[in-house]
């Protein structure tokens, strides 16, 4: 049970907005659950989210004991690159799902996290990671997930406030004219194709790619990119659209055949050439500086010695 005075100057202020400045180690949104289920009382009493308060109140919380998670625990295939008792950085598999869903009720990241972590202190009230960021299905790399609920919101700030550094490499079909060069766009669900995102959106959010051609091959390249937002399929959408979809994108590159080498390295790697190489964030509870670094998988690195010509 965890107590405090309301401030006087939360007079007029919902809540929840008081409890979430009070208790930031939640979200707003486990916040209201609490309250909407009767853990949050207010001068000894049960009180609604909506409740404005007039200062003063003595403000009481009882967080229950986090529960089993629905996913269950399995024995899976996992690297792990850092872990301390407030995270886990993974360097996550190609053809592995982040999160169970629709069509993917086991053999996810969260299934392997449940099984590898044993010093989860709960998300959301139950007993699993904290899910700060995903990748797709067949991207490869690094991926950091929270085990407790400070350092899921810790986390989630820094990716929001965009104080963390993501850095990928890419195998693309061609080679962009310039060396370098930086996509700025709105962002947004294809029209048509639901399915897809695009740039090409009258409305929507910003996305921005900073990318640099490390090598040129006989219709391909190896490009570094730097993401300054994390939208959903953004460095597949952005170099698509630029005119140099991922070797292997069957949903952004499915028109673009590739002969000889740039063809030979396509069957190499079996999938979208994206590899989440390196990333770097502000530690939750200290605040230092985090770096780590995913090796290149096997799958990848047979396709560059394809292009290389070795």
């Known amino acids: 049970m965890r107590e405090h005075l309301a401030p006087p100057e939360a007079r007029g202020e919902r809540l929840d907005q008081v409890l979430a400045r009070l208790f930031p180690e939640f979200t707003r949104s486990r916040l209201q659950g609490l309250i909407e289920s009767g853990h ?5 009493k049960p009180a609604k989210v909506s409740l404005r ?37 993974v360097d996550k598999a190609a053809g592995m799902v982040v999160h169970p869903g629709a069509g993917h009720a086991s053999g996810t990241l969260v299934n392997a996290l449940l099984h590898r972590v044993k010093d989860l202190s709960g998300v959301g009230g139950e007993l699993r990671p ?12 690094c991926l950091v997930v929270a085990k407790h609920e400070a350092a899921l919101v810790a986390l989630q700030k820094a990716f929001k406030t965009r104080t963390v550094e993501k850095t990928y490499l ?15 766009t709105l962002y947004g669900r294809h029209p048509v194709h639901r399915q897809r995102f695009t740039g090409k959106v009258k409305e929507g959010k910003p ?12 219709g391909a390249a190896l490009v570094e990119v730097d993401l300054l937002t994390g939208r959903t399929h953004q460095i597949r959408v952005h170099l698509a659209e630029l005119g ?5 994108d069957a949903l952004y590159g499915a028109g673009r055949k590739s002969k000889g080498q740039a063809g030979a390295a396509q069957e190499a790697v ?7 190489w390196k990333l770097s964030f502000p530690h939750p509870r ?12 096997p799958d990848f690195t047979a396709a560059l010695q394809v292009l290389r010509g070795r």
């Open 244 to 248: 140099h979809p991922l070797l292997g």
């Open 286 to 297: 200290t605040g230092k500086g985090v770096r780590v670094e995913a090796p290149l998988p």
């Open 130 to 141: 904290g899910i700060v960021h995903r990748l797709d299905k067949d991207t490869t790399g």
């Open 170 to 184: 890419a195998l693309v079909h061609g080679s962009p004219k310039a060396a370098e060069g930086r996509i700025e």
């Open 53 to 89: 308060l007039k200062g003063g109140e003595r403000l009481t919380l009882v967080v229950p004991a986090p529960t089993p998670a629905l996913p269950v625990a399995e024995e899976l295939p996992l690297a792990v690159l850092r872990e301390d008792k407030d995270l886990v950085v």
């Open 207 to 218: 996305a921005i790619t900073v990318y640099r051609v490390l090598e040129s091959f006989e």
């Open 40 to 44: 949050a009382q207010v001068d000894g």
């Open 270 to 276: 079996g999938r979208q050439a994206l590899h989440a």
